[in-house]
C-alpha cells in the first residue's frame, strides 16, 4: 500500500484486475493516501467477491490527514454493485476512519452477505454499524473478539 501511495501510482492504476475474486490487504487508514488505494483497489477490481483487511498502525496520534468522505466518490465501484460478498475487517479498534469504512461497505455492498469485524468493539459502535441502511437485505454483521 505504501509503495502504490508514494509512488503515485494510486492515481493511474491502467487496467481492471478482471481476474481477482479475493484481495487481501493490510493498510492503515489513518493515512488518506492508503485509504484511497483502497477504494482505487475496489474499483480496479470489479469482480472482487472476497475482501481482507488487515488494519494496522493504529494509535492515538493526530491524523496525518483527514480520511476520503466515501461518500463523496462519484466513479462507480462494480464490485461493490454486483460481486463483493464478504468482508473481514481485523485488528478492528473504533477509530473514525476504521468506523467510516466499515459504514461504506455495509451502505454500498449490494450483495454483501456477511462483514466480520475482529477487534473489540465497543457495543455503542455495534449498535451504530447494525443500525446503519444496509445495501444488501441479505447481509449479515458478525462482531468477533
Not at 480496479?44 to 476520503?68: F, I, K, N, S, W
Not at 468482508?87 to 479498534?93: E, I, R
Request: proline share 4%.
Amino acid at each position: 500500500m505504501e509503495v502504490l501511495a508514494a509512488n503515485n501510482l494510486s492515481r493511474s492504476l491502467p487496467t481492471p484486475f478482471n481476474m481477482l475474486r479475493k484481495l487481501a490487504i493490510q493498510v492503515n487508514l489513518k493515512y488518506q493516501r492508503q485509504a484511497y488505494v483502497v477504494m482505487l483497489l475496489l474499483k480496479r477490481c470489479p469482480y472482487l467477491q472476497e475482501l481482507y483487511v488487515a488494519l494496522h498502525g493504529m494509535d492515538t496520534h493526530y491524523l496525518e490527514e483527514p480520511y476520503p468522505e466515501y461518500s463523496d466518490i462519484d466513479e462507480p465501484f462494480c464490485c461493490l454493485d454486483a460481486c463483493l460478498e464478504e468482508v473481514w475487517l481485523s485488528n478492528f479498534m473504533g477509530f473514525d476512519c476504521e468506523v467510516e469504512f466499515a459504514k461504506f461497505i455495509i451502505a454500498n455492498a449490494g450483495v454483501l452477505k456477511r462483514i466480520t469485524i475482529l477487534g473489540n468493539v465497543r457495543d455503542d459502535l455495534k449498535a451504530a454499524l447494525e443500525s446503519i441502511q444496509k445495501a444488501s437485505s441479505y447481509a449479515c454483521i458478525n462482531f468477533k473478539f
